[in-house]
């Protein structure tokens, strides 16, 4: 597998928020958000080929339950499945943290961490015409997403630029069925440093209050800043 990095850390965002988890990181996205925060590992994918046994080589020197899948694409990573049955079969809590655009097809996964694509996300037409195109007929799959929710604990974990992003998440989450639990869906602000995340906590805070959602803070940005291996 094409592997960016393999870390030990504090998960950051979501449900798990504070849990010391290892995470792989796989490189290679299908998708080219203008946002993204691992380029790296989507945009101008780096990394090594690792063989399943290194991989797990590498998991076990940590003293975590939790693993966590992450990219990139992880779903877009050849020989993800085996990895996550490996993961399983050594009583791993797995967590995969993917855009949902990749059916599950049955993976072992104990929480879907789905972060589908708001509109924010596209890539500038102008200098990526090609890449906002692809990206913009990929970025909503609504038979996949049910796949997940209907298959395994998961959270929906939206990047919020602005409280105009609500709109499109409502639609999108009446497409999905729209018997979701509010409690399952996770306002996260975009933005890389403090001071990006301070300037949209207070609008993201209102629309929480308003619509029963929760505000995901990005913790890792807070102890660590946007660094690699955190
Ligand atoms: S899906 Fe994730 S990894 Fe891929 S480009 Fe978007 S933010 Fe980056």
Redesign the pocket.
Known sequence: MFISEIFYSIQGEGELTGTPSVFIRTSG?????N?????Y???RPEGAEKSLGEIMGEVEKFPARHVVLT???PMAAKGIRELAAALRERGKHITIET?ATIAPGGIACDLASL?P?LRN?APDAELFGAWRERHEKLRRQPEVVREWIENYPFQLKF?VAGAGDIKEIQLLLREWGGKIPPEKVLLMPEGTTIEALRAREPALVELCRRHGYRYCHRLQIELFGNTRGT
Do not use: F, I, Q
């Not at 996205?29 to 958000?33: A, I, K, S, T, Y």
């Not at 946002?35 to 380029?39: A, F, M």
């Open positions: 996205c299908n998708l080219r958000c946002w993204c925060d691992t380029p590992a989507s945009w990219g990139g694409e855009a972060s694509k996300s990047v």
